[in-house]
């Protein structure tokens, strides 16, 4: 079927506010040439020749907005993305909380998860200090948007590139923690019993109290506008807890917006000890 390539001007903007509407991310309008290659697939899959139709499709079945969400949204990750924060993690984030925290469980969350390496990152990391010190405890929640990016970290098993990334860069790791499986790689049952994958909005508040020491929020900012971005980071603050720790992107940063977070290093803020309402 022939999908048509001459677009109404309101069509393309209708569609753009729907990703705003449906995930908080802003699309300006020059970025109509990527939404409109994103949604073309979808467009054959539902054998429709006109965006109109698409746009009649969203409005009248709940359903659909779950796979055009998984469309529209970029899930690039990689084990150990930015190798920086995970020698900081290692070194100084968990050594510390286990000093001032004796007997109680880290918690960890990841929460712009996508496919999950991120999270599996952390579990590693976590496991590997549990050998020395083996009354550390820890749980990690790993929540996206998307569904089908949270289906492969449910799963965790990595093929491709992913895992390939792993097996170059963290040898001993990957082979500890990865078993051949099919044609990739399944994570091991101690990383998977460590990690949840839930899906949530961050747009929306987290239920349950204020209680993650370290949550991880990279490279998920930067679609967002600036009142977007305040609203995302007053959820995080919500859900941390006192002291906690959030880590953003390297092509993010938190100093022109007053959220409640002090710069500690490059990447690394700490939640101040504000309360909530
Ligand atoms: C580029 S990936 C980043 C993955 C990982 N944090 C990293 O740095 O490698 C961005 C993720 O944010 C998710 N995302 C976008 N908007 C979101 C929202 N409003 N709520 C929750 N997740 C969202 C996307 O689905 C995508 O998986």
């Known amino acids: 079927m022939e999908i048509e390539s001459e677009i109404d001007v309101g069509v393309q903007r209708a569609l753009l506010d729907k990703v705003r509407r449906h995930t908080g991310i802003h699309m300006a309008d020059r970025k109509w040439t990527l939404l409109q290659g994103r949604l073309r697939r979808r467009l054959q899959a539902l054998e429709l020749s006109r965006y109109r139709d698409y746009l009649a499709v969203l409005d009248a079945q709940p359903e659909e907005v779950g796979a055009f ?15 920086r924060i995970w020698d900081h993690f290692r070194q100084q984030l968990l050594p510390e909380w286990f000093r001032q925290h004796r007997g109680a469980t ?7 998860a996508s496919t999950g390496e991120e999270a599996y990152s952390m579990a590693m990391l976590c496991e590997e200090f549990r050998e020395h010190h083996p009354a550390f405890k820890y749980q990690i929640l790993a929540t996206d948007i998307a569904s089908h990016v949270l289906a492969t970290g449910k799963a965790g098993h990595y093929q491709g590139k992913s895992i390939e990334g792993l ?16 044609e990739g790689y399944l994570a091991s ?11 949530h909005h961050l747009h929306r508040r987290l239920d349950g109290a204020a209680r993650f020491d370290i949550a991880l929020l990279r ?8 009142e977007g971005q305040c609203s995302v980071l007053e959820n995080v603050h919500r859900a941390m807890a006192p002291g906690g720790v959030l880590v953003i992107g390297e092509s993010e940063s938190l100093t022109r917006l007053n959220v409640g977070f002090e710069f500690e290093q490059p990447l690394i803020y700490r939640r101040g000890e504000r309360a909530h309402a």
Not at 106 to 112: D, E, V
Not at 219 to 226: G, K, Q
């Open 189 to 199: 049952p101690s990383l998977r019993a460590h990690v949840l994958f839930r899906e």
């Open 106 to 112: 880290l918690q960890l969350w990841s929460a712009a």
């Open 219 to 226: 490279n998920v900012l930067i679609y967002f506008d600036e």
């Open 69 to 83: 969400i998984n469309l529209v949204t970029t899930n690039e990750t990689s084990f150990f993305r930015t190798p």
């Open 167 to 182: 097996r170059r860069t963290h040898p001993e790791l990957a082979a500890k923690y990865f078993q051949p499986s099919g």
